[in-house]
């Protein structure tokens, strides 16, 4: 159980399109969801946090017209970076938090999608 | 706001021994402690975890302990195999009722030799 899904796994874009991951809770309903940035052998940075049909929460520093959330159902949140600029490549992941098993607090990982902008 | 050290950054042991990973955070309302284990190009993996209310949990090879006086808690990892070799990060919470943020340590890339 607890299973997290991220698509795609991997996209290359152009500078200047915009790029939409998708990030889904199989098998359990989450209620809040969470998106990272991870650097090359570096720890995991929260970008924002979002609870299904509200705004997402975003940390200091990350720009929200930037990278717009939306978490419409308990099952689906998606990352979409704007006009993604080279410096936008990186891993970004998502984790979900639910009633899996009733350990709503534990954060649950999806694989991550690995972002090239050229 | 909360802050998590963790040591080392590096640990490289041979197969069959322990690895001891320590970790240790700053705010005293911290309850809630998961270790996740990172394999090179994946997502964290959720291996073990414990709560305040609870100083040792173990799961076969894995085991946690959790000083709330100190701050600290460590990892253990027993008979080490190739497999366990991941980059591990360890992380603090607080849950007061709702949802909190998890806040990571820097990782450890452990390394077991054959």
């Known amino acids: 159980g607890a299973v997290v899904s991220q698509h795609p796994s991997r996209v290359i874009c152009k500078s200047g399109t915009s790029v939409k991951i998708e990030c889904r809770s199989l098998d359990f309903q989450a209620t809040t969801m969470f998106w990272y940035r991870q650097f090359p052998k570096q720890s995991l940075m929260l970008m924002a946090t979002s609870n299904e049909g509200s705004k997402a929460t975003y940390e200091q520093g990350v720009e929200k017209d930037k990278f717009l959330i939306n978490h419409a159902s308990l099952t689906l949140s998606t990352l979409t970076v704007t006009s993604a600029h080279p410096e936008d490549s990186s891993f970004y992941i998502c984790?979900?938090?639910?009633?899996?098993?009733?350990?709503?607090?534990?954060?649950?990982f999806g694989p991550g999608t690995r972002l090239l902008v050229l | 706001g909360e802050n998590v050290e963790q040591h080392p950054s590096t640990l490289s042991v041979q197969e069959g021994d322990s690895a001891v990973i320590k970790c240790t955070y700053s705010d005293s309302a911290s309850n809630y402690f998961p270790w996740y284990k990172q394999e090179l190009g994946k997502g964290p993996q959720l291996i073990i975890d414990?709560?305040?209310?609870?100083g040792e949990k173990k799961d076969q090879r894995i085991a946690v302990t959790l000083n709330k006086t100190a701050k600290h808690f460590s990892l253990h990892i027993t008979e080490t195999q190739p497999e366990d070799s991941a980059v591990y990060f360890c992380?603090?919470?607080?849950?007061?009722?709702?949802?909190?943020?998890?806040?990571f340590g820097k990782g450890t890339k452990l390394s077991v030799k054959p």
């Open positions: 984790s979900a938090s639910g009633t899996s098993g009733g350990a709503w607090e534990t954060q649950y």
């Open positions: 992380a603090a919470s607080y849950f007061g009722g709702s949802q909190g943020n998890l806040i």
């Open positions: 414990i709560r305040s209310n609870v």
